[in-house]
């Protein structure tokens, strides 16, 4: 870990996975039960005997993680400069994705009326893969221009996708959600800290904890009476802090979202025990998820199902007979489908991959790391697919930017676009 972070900065998706890992899969165990009941996913019956078994699983992915991490390291050359990169497909990008944003925007002003709603969750990935595409072009070209490495740079070379960040931002944070939010900021962080100025851990330790009692405040609030769709951010906060006044577990509150997951990983020990193994069902959805419902059909063809019935998290949530859906969890989520060995194969293989993309020398490992970094909270308490969607995005969106590039536009003052083919 102290390799890494000498090698990559604080700011790195190896230092954000494991700590994200550690919430997942062991504060339950080592610090909460058996106290746990003040947890929703623990208050009802589990099994308390698998908990020592689930460690010992968790303990084995992380390791061959680490593993595959450091037997196959990257060569550590320059980033990734885009020397043929055009200032037209800079410029056209940025007004796009303003465009992008400003709709997201509008359309939550206008017609979004409750305190948390899932809006159309891929199409929301898709805005912001936009947005980061902008960032990440904007900063290859000044880079690849030799421009002057600094925070000053970073918000003059793209004053127009900071307005579309925060219009984005705010525009999900009015609705409840999160995790588009997390996927963005991180992003851009990382694309300021490679392209511009390396992060101060000095700066980013008290931003990550007034960043994570942010997100805990709006996860509780989200439903209450009291939210950003229908109140100030301050009336917002002050309603969270009073309700984590009331309780005496704050720090744990603090986690809920990560914590609540290794609930999942103690039912797959049960599942695999009394079942039969997926080998693998699980993973179609993503698979054949680079074709636009190519997951649902392919599901569908293969299996006769829906996708939600071959989630992990769908299916030990039903496994557990839950009032509600437990979540996923992405060693539970090898481990029903391929075991223990499934467990410590993929996570090898995961380390293999992230130890590869880090150098982030070419474009296509660029776009990969910006995807794994945009989910490194994440990716714990989902699948090890879970960055996929976001690189697929990524990919789309270049090639169609590029052949966008090539036409004639025209952009007047309102931002009307006009494209001659």
Request: hydrophobic share 50%.
């Amino acid at each position: 870990m102290i390799y890494k972070i000498k090698k990559n900065g604080f700011f790195n998706f190896d230092t954000l996975f494991l700590f994200s890992f550690f919430c997942v899969n062991y504060l339950h165990a080592a610090f909460i039960y058996p106290n746990d009941a003040f947890l929703p996913a623990f208050s009802f019956q589990y099994n308390p005997k698998v908990i020592s078994y689930a460690i010992s699983l968790a303990s084995v992915g992380v390791s061959f993680y680490l593993l595959g991490n450091v037997v196959f390291p990257s060569k550590q050359t320059e980033y990734y400069k885009a020397t043929t990169l055009k200032n037209n497909l800079v410029q056209l990008t940025k007004k796009v994705s303003f465009t992008c944003s400003i709709l997201v925007f509008l359309y939550v002003i206008l017609f979004v009326t409750g305190g948390l709603v899932h809006l159309y969750p891929r199409l929301m990935v898709l805005v912001l893969s936009l947005l980061v595409l902008s960032f990440h072009y904007s900063a290859s070209y000044y880079n690849a221009q030799g421009g002057i490495k600094n925070l000053k740079s970073s918000i003059y070379t793209n004053k127009l996708n900071f307005v579309s960040l925060l219009l984005f931002v705010c525009a999900q944070l009015a609705i409840g959600s999160r995790s588009e939010v997390i996927y963005l900021l991180f992003s851009v962080l990382y694309i300021i800290n490679v392209y511009y100025s390396s992060l101060k851990v000095k700066y980013l330790l008290p931003a990550s904890v007034v960043g994570v009692a942010l997100m805990c405040i709006l996860m509780l609030t989200r439903t209450t009476k009291i939210n950003l769709n229908n109140s100030s951010f301050f009336d917002v906060v002050a309603n969270g802090l009073d309700i984590l006044a009331q309780n005496d577990k704050v720090l744990w509150i603090l986690f809920l979202d990560l914590i609540v997951c290794a609930r999942t990983l103690y039912e797959s020990i049960d599942y695999v025990s009394m079942n039969s193994l997926l080998f693998g069902v699980s993973y179609i959805p993503y698979i054949f998820g680079f074709i636009p419902g190519g997951g649902i059909f392919a599901t569908s063809l293969l299996l006769g199902k829906q996708t939600k019935d071959v989630n992990s998290g769908y299916i030990l949530t039903d496994f557990a007979n839950a009032p509600y859906g437990l979540g996923t969890n992405m060693i539970a989520d090898m481990y029903i489908n391929f075991s223990y060995v499934g467990v410590a194969f993929g996570m090898f293989l995961f380390g293999v991959l992230v130890s590869r993309m880090e150098s982030c020398d070419t474009k296509y490992r660029m776009f990969v790391y910006y995807s794994l970094i945009a989910n490194s909270i994440y990716i714990p308490r989902a699948s090890i697919f879970a960055f996929t969607d976001m690189f697929i995005m990524l990919v789309f969106l270049d090639l169609f930017m590029r052949f966008l590039s090539k036409k004639k536009i025209v952009f007047n003052r309102g931002w009307y676009l006009k494209i001659i083919f």
